[in-house]
C-alpha cells in the first residue's frame, strides 16, 4: 500500500472530520423542503434497462471531496423510486478489494474521500489513462419504503484498461487509482469520474462497490450494507475495446458474456447492468439504481 505523504498522514478519520465540518455549515439551509420536492416530482422519461436510472440527473461535486449538497430531487430518482423493489444482488469482494480483508486498506488513507479516481494520492500520482467514464449510483432503502437512502456511504474500485488492480498486480502496488469514497446526497445519489474498465479472462466487465451505513462506518468490521459489482453494456465495451490502449480487452471480451460470467451468469445482471450513454469521444455515463 501506498505510503502516506507527511502532509496525508491522519487517514481517513481526518477526512471524515473536514467533511462532517462544512456539512455543519451545510446543515443551517437543510429543512422539509427537499422531501416535499421529492413527492411532488413527475416521472422521468429516460430510458434503461436492468434497474439503471438515466444519469442525466446526476449530483456534481468537487474532485476531492464527497457531494453533499442538497440537490432538487430529479427524474433520475423519482424513476428510482418507481422500480425500487428488488434489493441489489450480493455478489463476492474479489480478491482485490483493498478494503483491509484481503491485504492492503485504502479506506484508512486520508484522500480516499473523492470524487474523482482516476489518479493515485498519497506519495504518488500517477493517472489511469482510459476513456473517460462518469458513475452515477442512486442508493435506496428497501426497508423504509425505498426512501433515498441519504448518508450512506459508498467504496467503488475497478481494474484498470488492461485488466489490472492496484494496490495488487505487478508494478501497481504503490498506486491506488481507481479507488475511492462517497456520500449519498440528500437524494441518495452519489457520482464518480473514472476510466472504461478493461476486460480481463474469465469476467464481463465489471466495477466493484459496498455500500456503508455512514461515512464514519466505512472503516468498522460489520458495518456494510451491500456488496456488489456494475455490469457494463456490451456495446460501449465493443465501442471503448476498439479504441487504442484497450487492445488486451478487445482480446478478452468475445471470451465472456453476462450469462457465462461467474457473478452475473446467474441472472444475466438484469439487476447491476447499468444504463450506459455517451461515446469515445465525450466519455460515458453509467447509472445504477441500487436497493439496499
Same mark, same amino acid.
Given at each position: ?41 413527475? @416521472? $422521468?422519461?429516460? *430510458? ?6 438515466? #444519469? =442525466? +440527473?446526476? /449530483? ?5 471531496? &464527497? ?29 482485490? @478489494? $483493498?478494503?483491509? *480483508? ?6 484508512? #488513507? =486520508? +484522500?480516499? /474521500? ?5 489518479? &493515485? ?172
Amino acid at each position: 500500500m501506498t505510503t502516506p505523504h507527511p502532509n496525508h498522514d491522519r487517514g481517513l478519520e481526518f477526512d471524515l472530520a473536514t467533511l462532517l465540518s462544512r456539512r455543519r455549515t451545510l446543515g443551517v439551509f437543510l429543512g422539509a423542503g427537499t422531501a416535499a420536492a421529492l413527492a411532488a416530482c413527475t @416521472p $422521468g422519461t429516460e *430510458s434503461g434497462s436492468g434497474g439503471g436510472g438515466s #444519469a =442525466s +440527473g446526476a /449530483v456534481t461535486g468537487t474532485a476531492t471531496e &464527497s457531494s453533499t449538497a442538497v440537490a432538487s430531487p430529479s427524474s433520475t430518482v423519482t424513476r428510482a423510486l418507481a422500480e425500487c423493489g428488488v434489493e441489489i444482488p450480493d455478489e463476492t469482494l474479489g480478491p482485490y @478489494p $483493498g478494503d483491509g *480483508s484481503n491485504g492492503p486498506n485504502v479506506l484508512e #488513507a =486520508s +484522500g480516499v /474521500v473523492r470524487r474523482d479516481i482516476r489518479s &493515485s494520492f498519497g506519495t504518488s500520482t500517477t493517472k489511469a489513462d482510459g476513456v473517460l467514464l462518469t458513475v452515477t449510483l442512486t442508493l435506496l432503502d428497501n426497508a423504509n419504503g425505498c426512501s433515498p437512502l441519504a448518508g450512506a456511504a459508498v467504496y467503488v474500485w475497478h481494474c484498470d484498461r488492461n485488466g489490472k488492480y492496484s494496490l495488487y498486480d505487478s508494478g501497481l502496488k504503490n498506486e491506488n487509482y481507481l479507488r475511492g469514497v462517497q456520500e449519498a446526497d440528500s437524494n441518495g445519489q452519489l457520482t464518480f469520474s473514472t476510466i472504461y474498465p478493461g476486460a480481463y479472462s474469465g469476467r464481463w466487465p465489471h466495477i466493484h462497490f459496498e455500500v456503508f451505513e455512514s461515512m464514519s462506518n466505512t472503516s468498522a468490521a460489520g458495518r456494510v450494507l451491500a456488496v456488489s459489482q456494475i455490469a457494463l453494456t456490451e456495446k460501449a465495451c465493443k465501442e471503448v475495446y476498439a479504441t487504442e490502449g484497450y487492445e488486451s480487452s478487445a482480446q478478452n471480451f468475445p471470451k465472456t458474456s453476462l450469462t457465462s460470467d461467474n457473478v452475473f451468469g446467474d441472472d444475466g445482471g438484469i439487476y447491476q447492468l447499468a444504463t450506459i450513454s455517451g461515446s469515445v469521444a465525450g466519455g460515458y455515463t453509467a447509472a445504477l439504481n441500487v436497493t439496499v
